[in-house]
């Protein structure tokens, strides 16, 4: 039955369930919001890091159910199959995207002393325990939201239907389109938003989990802005350390933090090259970096990537 709704293997098309995901998330996603307004305690709108902790339940919370709807009546597969849950080696592929982020904080710490005057001072003390594990849990929540909805199931659904590049762009460029009402957001900036989505769409395509998209993506947050104390895309946060580079702000990002500038554009560049060169084995839901060649075996189900 080869229709405008299905394909010849009587398969529903990749557009009508990109549509049936979002027919599916948007409610869910809207009644929580007002849920969370209205629940909120008093005064936490008025934060930048309250409201993005709001925003994130509220957007995580309906893109985990509408994954789990999808797979269940639509697909007809089990969840792990896009890229969730707790997968065979999903420690071991996290902290690759934990190396893969610390190597890009380390570049941008480079190129800062280099092209600026930097000053790192320690605000640990400034701030409660409280405040800096309640800073470290937003970040977490806001980089899985994140990656539930731009490299979770609507990419993959697209990535079937119109190819890897075409879908990986298109919700790349979504992905920086929701920040551009950052505070201090720049062109430039919102460019390099793209890239990294770019970066982090690969790192789920080369693995087939959302596993190392979520460890680069949380360890970068985490790193900029709760242990060195850069503005962390233009915000400012409880940190450890607290750094102000002086120098040109096309380089250095000005108040937006480092990725407004070229040093944002030369450290996503250089993650989407270690995650392209990266040499992954997948199984159907296990996968580990390769140490060595090992000889294909052609009625194996594993792939080489």
Known sequence: MNTIFFNQRSDLRSGWKFA??????????????IALSLA????????????????????FIPAVLATLFMARFVDHVPVMTFGVGFHERWAAVFSMGVV???????LVLAGAALFGDIDMMWTASEFSFGALAATFAILAVAAASEEMLF??????????????????????CL???VHIQNPNASALGVSNTVLAGVMLSLAYWRTRSLW?????????????????????????????????????????GGAYG??????????????????????????????????????????????NL
Not at 24 to 32: D, G, R, T
Not at 44 to 57: F, H, K, R, T
Not at 261 to 285: C, D
């Open 258 to 303: 480092p990725e407004g500038g070229g040093l944002g554009t030369l450290a996503f560049v250089a993650g989407t090259v270690a995650v392209w060169v990266t040499r992954f084995r997948i199984s159907e839901f296990g996968f580990r970096i390769l140490r060595k060649p090992e000889i294909r075996n052609p009625n194996s189900e594993i792939r």
């Open 151 to 172: 490299r979770g199931y609507p990419l993959q659904t697209l990535m079937t239907g119109i190819g890897p590049w075409p879908a990986m762009l298109l919700m790349s």
């Open 100 to 106: 893969i982020a610390a190597g890009m904080l380390l």
């Open 175 to 177: 992905f920086g389109f």
């Open 212 to 252: 190392l998209p979520y460890g680069i993506h949380l360890a970068w947050n985490v790193g900029l802005g709760v242990i060195a104390g850069f503005p962390l895309s233009g915000l400012d946060i409880a940190s450890f350390w607290t750094t102000r580079v002086s120098g040109p702000p096309e380089i250095l």
């Open 20 to 33: 049936c995901y979002v027919a599916v998330f948007l409610p869910l996603w809207l009644a929580l919001a």
């Open 40 to 59: 909120a305690p008093p005064g936490i709108e008025e934060s930048d890091l309250g409201v993005m902790g709001l925003n994130s339940i509220a957007f």
